[in-house]
């Protein structure tokens, strides 16, 4: 079994993304010697440099010298260079669910998992615990806005993670307590079909002990499947939702405005007091209820839980104001599915319902966009106006018959969509034809949210 030591020289292949950023500070954090390589250099590389990381723009054979372990990204072909170096040198290389048990190894590990919603729900958790005392160490999938961070090593015994199910990660967890926030199909590059994704939850789900417990929303029916397997064994379970009145914690009377959503918490019928959330949307009422239970399993009362959530600050990219210019409010989110979309558009509608709304959307790879193809020409039906740029390959190679310029013909019934050919030309758009008061939504999980940037630039009334 891999065994880690302080002291070992870690090298990342992909360094700068999300989940092996976030790696790499854990393994700074605990004194290890940490490298990577990315293709680009960005904020998160030049802030790992800061902490002690050595980071290589570009890939090359020799950044792998003197490595006693090789991680590499999900993204990562098996013959990328370094790959390649690794093991002509005889350096072992390990992708993330044969690294995370022994990086977690004697903690209590906290595991958030689900298509839609695990970044925000972990950082909930995290936000928590920090506020309790309780000092755990976390990896979040975004930087969180009361850390300035998405990773950190705490004193305590706990550690809260992020459960990605790209390229089975979750599966290298052992989590004492696993949070299922829904089950929906995602990544058709690696989940061919929707029965694939949900049998991958459900081998992360059994792998909680019967000593642990599951909390899974009841609203959702492919958590709902996983929640009832387990009972079925009799082992430990709770529920959460909005909707199913039948749930042990439940969320009723919601309640919207401009700078913050209530919600009443009853947890077996018996009301435990109210929430506040600077957050917008029900998903985010769903992700704190969620939250609220597992600071419950680890001591902390609803009522700390709830003083908490209210200081929350959300995470990076989701759902995060980026700045006002005449009245125009620039809203940017990781939303790269259907489903985050039409979430996120009924969430600004819901807390402006006076404003326009605009969504800057950024498809991602060619095989989401023709695998919900028809999923996406429905998703901006509350949209005022769409405005699509070109796809985001990210690990793909383009597809024939799949663009950007074909979603637009295709959506030729929606009131207002049209196609942006670069960020430049995007933002041109926005300045020439937006009126306030307006929310102009980027939806994004590649590089889309520089088009805030682009927008606000050069102008002092930017928050």
Request: glycine letters at 8%.
């Amino acid at each position: 079994m891999l065994k880690l030591r302080p002291g070992q020289h870690i090298h990342l292949i992909g360094i700068g993304g999300a989940g092996l950023s976030a790696i790499a500070r854990i393994l700074l954090q605990r004194g290890f010697i940490v490298s990577g390589s990315d293709l680009r250099p960005s904020g998160i590389t030049a802030a790992l440099q800061d902490e002690g990381a050595r980071v290589y723009r570009g890939h090359h054979a020799d950044f792998v010298d003197g490595a006693d372990l090789v991680l590499m990204s999900s993204a990562v072909a098996a013959e990328h260079a370094e790959a390649r170096a690794a093991r002509s040198k005889g350096i072992p290389i390990v992708k993330r669910n044969q690294f995370m048990a022994p990086l977690l190894e004697g903690h209590r590990t906290i595991a958030v998992a689900g298509t839609h919603g695990k970044t925000t729900t972990t950082a909930m958790i995290a936000h928590i615990l920090r506020q309790a005392g309780e000092d755990p160490s976390y990896i979040v999938g975004g930087t969180m806005g009361n850390t300035g961070t998405n990773a950190g090593v705490g004193a305590g015994q706990i550690f809260v993670i992020e459960a990605d199910e790209y390229d089975n990660m979750f599966h290298g967890l052992r989590p004492q307590i696993a949070v299922v926030t829904n089950v929906e199909h995602d990544h058709p590059d690696y989940f061919a079909t929707a029965e694939d994704q949900f049998s991958a939850f459900a081998k992360f789900a059994e792998l909680v002990p019967a000593s642990g417990a599951l909390v899974a929303c009841s609203d959702d029916s492919g958590a709902l499947n996983l929640l009832n397997m387990r009972k079925e064994r009799g082992l430990s379970a709770a529920s959460y939702a909005i909707d199913d009145a039948s749930a042990d914690w439940r969320a009723t009377e919601l309640l919207f405005s401009e700078n913050e959503t209530r919600a009443r918490i009853f947890r077996h019928g018996i009301f435990l007091g109210s929430l506040v959330l600077g957050l917008p949307g029900a998903h985010n009422v769903l992700n704190a209820l969620a939250a609220a239970i597992v600071a419950e399993l680890q001591g902390v009362g609803f009522e700390e839980s709830a003083a908490a959530l209210a200081s929350f600050k959300g995470a990076e990219r989701r759902f995060e104001i980026r700045g006002i210019r005449d009245d125009v409010i620039i809203v940017d989110d990781y939303a790269h599915h259907p489903t985050e979309i039409r979430v996120n558009i009924q969430a600004a509608r819901a807390r402006y319902p006076r404003h326009r709304i605009w969504v800057i959307w950024q498809p991602h790879t060619f095989s989401r966009t023709r695998e919900f193809w028809s999923d996406f020409l429905s998703a901006f039906d509350a949209a005022d106006h769409v405005l699509i740029t070109p796809i985001y390959a990210a690990r793909e190679d383009p597809i024939p018959g799949i663009s950007s310029p074909m979603l637009v013909e295709s959506m030729a019934a929606h009131p207002s969509a049209r196609f942006a050919p670069d960020f430049e030309d995007a933002v041109a758009c926005l300045r020439r034809d937006i009126a306030g008061p307006t929310v102009a939504l980027i939806c994004s999980a590649g590089d889309a949210n520089r088009i805030a940037d682009l927008y606000l630039e050069a102008d002092d009334r930017q928050i």
